[in-house]
């Protein structure tokens, strides 16, 4: 009868003590929600699509929350959620300034060198695996292995000549092959500013001269050239400030690398 | 010394996943990256430490003394089951963003057969010393994490490989779980106890 009693006891005495101290615990390290939270779920679609290249409606409004999306962020709801999120938000809503990815190599496959030739799969993340990170000499340009070709939904990706080249009119900016490449060489630049740097290695300049043709040497011509101020190079290599870029295309002009293109 | 022979024992030679076959579950669930593998390791680590420490004074402050041992299991259940709320608790409010990346698999620790497991064997084999029950929680632990973010590296380069359709997803993910498990044969006799 005591075993009885006693088993009870203690298994029901720890139960209780170990709800008192969750409860104690839910009040000690409760997490405010801000309202405003709920609001934006709702004025999302809720679809959970993924288009806006969040894991879903919540999580979407929890990064327009937090500032680290813009309201108009999802594809979806179009102006009317945007419209709906931005009269929560108490800011106004400007239409996005559309974007288009850009592959930051031009090293194709007569004007790069190579250290042997890759035969194998057609994805870059295999041929990545191999010696020195694939078969090109330069370690930080496009692998030619379409991958982003493989995962662009809208088939704006070609790959030409060994490298991969974006139609800039059919890119929405998903940022699909951003992801997706594994030398992390593609970016989303502003539509009209087509004045880039096509180029993402960080070798010193005679190592760019021995591995590509069309390779950034860090020279600095650039920016010494651009009176607007736009170009910098940074950590060896070159890029564009497209807020500040007028276009003028004088950088591209005077690169001796021809590795600006316009 | 003693202590770091029954570390490396559970760490190596009695690795909880690869020779006990504990804690399967999230070794094939959560494996597909390392970094959410690693996460999830640290995660069970965490739960496993304080998980041998309090069922240790549970056991002998409470169970033994009042003579009801035949209820370890209740016991056991309940204390892991409050500590992994706890531990979601702490982890929501002080790193949003690790509660974010370990998502659905903390809760999952709850019903993680490795943590059940780890304070059963201490208590079947090291109840009479704390440190060592601590200790070997701990261990099994690493030996998890170390299995979970091998075989996680393992399935990330597994993914480019040209696999036959009938093998593709967890058919070849199992096959090379076996073959790692009598990889870790290799370490049967290299610590004795």
Not at chain 1, 109 to 133: E, I, P
Not at chain 1, 191 to 200: G, I, L, P, W
Not at chain 2, 64 to 74: A, D, F, Q
Request: aromatic content about 8%.
């Amino acid at each position: 009868m005591s075993t009885i009693l006693l088993s009870v006891l203690a298994l029901g005495g720890m139960g209780l003590l170990f709800g008192v101290g969750l409860s104690y615990a839910g009040i000690m390290f409760k997490v405010e929600e801000d309202p405003r939270l709920g609001e934006i779920k709702d004025a999302l679609p809720g679809a959970n699509c993924g288009g806006c290249g969040y894991a879903g409606c919540a999580a979407l409004a929890e990064a327009i929350l937090a500032g680290t999306a813009a309201p108009n962020a999802c594809p979806v709801g179009g102006e009317a959620s945007a419209k709906a999120i931005g009269a929560i938000l108490g800011v106004e809503v400007t239409v996005q300034e559309r974007q288009c990815a850009f592959v930051k190599c031009g090293g194709d496959r007569n004007k790069s060198s190579f250290r042997y030739t890759y035969q194998g799969l057609n994805s870059c993340g295999a041929a990545m695996q191999l010696a020195a990170g694939g078969a090109k000499n330069c370690a930080y340009g496009c692998l030619g292995g379409g991958s982003c070709e493989a995962v662009c939904a809208f088939g704006a990706i070609s790959m030409v000549n060994g490298i991969a080249l974006v139609d800039n009119e059919k890119c929405t900016a998903c940022g699909k092959c951003v992801k997706e490449c594994p030398k992390k060489i593609i970016e989303l630049a502003p539509y009209k500013n087509k004045t880039r740097v096509a180029c993402s290695s960080r070798d010193n300049g005679k190592t760019v001269r021995a591995n590509c043709t069309v390779g950034c040497i860090a020279c600095k011509i650039c920016e010494k050239n651009c009176e607007y101020g736009a170009v910098h190079v940074n950590e060896l290599l070159a890029a564009v400030d497209y807020e500040k870029c007028t276009q003028c295309n004088v950088c591209a002009e005077k690169c001796p690398m021809k590795c600006i293109v316009k | 010394m003693q202590v770091i022979l029954i570390f490396l024992s559970a760490v190596l030679v009695n690795n909880f996943v690869m020779s006990r076959f504990l804690g399967i579950c999230p070794f094939l669930g959560v494996s597909k990256k390392v970094e959410t593998a690693f996460g999830m390791g640290v995660a069970v680590t965490f739960v496993m430490a304080l998980a041998s420490a309090v069922t240790f004074l549970v056991y002998n402050f409470i169970l033994v003394k009042l003579e009801i041992t035949y209820l370890y299991n209740i016991a056991f259940i309940l204390i892991i089951a409050g500590l992994v709320q706890l531990v979601e608790m702490y982890l929501k409010k002080s790193s949003p963003t690790l509660y974010q990346a370990l998502g659905i698999y903390l809760p999952l620790i709850t019903t993680n057969c490795a943590v059940l497991g780890v304070t059963v064997l201490n208590m079947e084999n090291y109840s009479d010393s704390f440190l060592t029950s601590v200790v070997h929680g701990v261990g099994a632990a690493v030996g998890f994490t170390l299995a979970i973010v091998l075989f996680a590296g393992i399935r990330e380069r597994m993914e480019h490989n040209n696999i036959p359709a009938a093998f593709k997803g967890f058919p070849i993910a199992l096959i090379t779980a076996g073959l790692m498990s009598i990889a870790f044969l290799g370490f049967t006799g290299l610590i004795r106890l």
